[in-house]
Every structure is written in structure tokens, then in C-alpha cells.
């Protein structure tokens, strides 16, 4: 299902593309996602295959890389992470649950914002049980700015997602439907357009860490692309 939808965006890019030279407002330097519909509609398939991509692989650090390096946003394509000390959010007694770990039993939580080069692509919120983890991994994750899925990539964990939230809808609802829509006033981009919350478990199914992950607009930090 969302195969075919990408490729029909896919499609429909490359059919409007063809219009875009008319608009002189279209640069190859802006990062304006928001000039005319087809950058738009440029904007919405970036989006969704994100989306996808980060749904359909175990980390999140590794998708970004990925992201990172074919869009050119720093070189060399490397994501580090930035450590936020002076923010805590307690855990609750839901996310407790769901790590399957009692009231008093010993959970950190580690906020990063993770970087390609000056660009931060988003912003994440962990919550990990370090008994669940080995010694090494714990005094880099206690010591270091490594981003949480590299330094825990030894354990080969698997991701459950639990929400994924797409933001910003940079085409107004049944636009395909609709042609007077397209003209529609343009909705602002927002500083985070993704939201995601999962369960990183171990091959055995036990649950390790919970994550809250918010993308921000500079995964589209890129240059509108011509034809």
C-alpha cells in the first residue's frame, strides 16, 4: 500500500514537473517546500518515504545517516548526538509497563539531539534499562555523545513501533479530488513534521528501551530540486 502510494507521487512529480519552470518563484537554491504545488507535492513524497524508511528499519541513527548522505546534508554523512543535560522527563507508570520493569527498578533516561554535520534532523527522548544492557554500552551511553541505536547495535535489537505521526500535510485534504485546492492557503511548515514513539526490544522479545523521536524540518534542509 505504501509502495503504490509513493510511486504514484513519484508520478505525479514527474508529470507536473514539466510546469515548473514557468514559476520563477521555484529556485535551485531555495528551501522554500512551500512556493507551488509541485514542490508541495514534492515536499508530501519526501515526507511519506521518510516515514516509511524509518518505519520499516530497526534504527532510527542508521536511516538518518542514510537520509543524510543521499540528500547531501553534511559531509561526511555522519550522525552524532548531542546530549541535553539540563532537561529530565521521569518515566511513567505506563512506559514502566510497557518495559516490563517494577516501580523501584533502576531506568535512565538520555535526551540527544542527533546531528548530520550543523543540521539537527531530530530530537529524541530515551528511556533505557541499563541491566538490560552491557557494562560497555552503559559507560558509553554514560560518557559519550553516541547516538543511542549505534552504541546498542551489538545487541541486534528489533523496533516496535507504538505511534507515527506525519505533522504537517503540506497538500490540504482531497486535494487529488479537488483542483480548486491546490490553490488552497499553504498550512506553515512546523518545526517538527514527524513523531515517532517505539519499544526497542532484544531478539528474545524483552523490552530494553522506549523512544520518542520528533524530526525536524531540516530533513528537508535541501535545495528544491529542478528538472
Not at 488552497?184 to 526497542?200: G, N, Q, S, Y
Not at 523512544?211 to 530533513?219: K, L, R
Request: hydrophobic residues 40%; glycine residues 4%.
Amino acid at each position: 500500500m505504501m509502495g503504490g502510494f509513493k510511486a504514484a507521487l513519484a508520478c505525479g512529480v514527474v508529470l507536473l514537473w514539466s510546469t515548473a519552470g514557468a514559476d520563477g518563484s521555484a529556485s535551485a537554491q531555495t528551501r522554500n517546500w512551500t512556493t507551488n504545488f509541485v514542490s508541495r507535492l514534492e515536499a508530501l513524497a519526501l515526507l511519506e518515504t521518510l516515514n516509511s524508511e524509518l518505519l520499516s528499519n530497526n534504527s532510527a541513527t542508521l536511516t538518518l545517516e542514510h537520509w543524510c548522505d543521499v540528500h547531501h546534508l553534511a559531509s561526511p554523512p555522519r550522525i552524532v548526538a548531542v546530549r541535553v543535560s539540563d532537561f529530565d522527563n521521569p518515566m511513567s507508570p505506563e512506559q514502566r509497563q510497557e518495559l516490563h520493569v517494577t516501580p523501584t527498578e533502576p531506568v535512565r533516561y538520555r535526551r540527544v539531539r542527533l546531528k548530520c554535520g550543523s543540521v539537527v534532523l531530530s530530537e529524541a527522548d530515551n528511556w533505557y534499562v541499563p541491566s538490560r544492557l552491557t557494562p560497555e554500552m552503559n559507560k558509553l551511553l554514560d560518557t559519550t555523545d553516541t547516538p543511542f541505536g549505534r552504541a546498542v547495535q551489538a545487541l541486534h535489537f528489533q523496533r516496535r513501533t507504538l505511534s507515527a505521526k506525519v505533522l504537517w500535510r503540506p497538500l490540504p485534504e482531497g486535494w487529488e479530488m479537488n483542483a480548486a485546492s491546490i490553490n488552497a492557503a499553504v498550512v506553515p511548515m512546523p518545526a517538527t513534521l514527524l513523531e515517532h514513539r517505539a519499544v526497542l526490544t532484544l531478539p528474545d522479545g524483552t523490552p530494553f528501551s522506549e523512544v520518542v523521536e520528533s524530526y525536524t524540518a531540516d530533513v528537508l534542509a535541501f535545495p528544491v530540486p529542478q528538472p
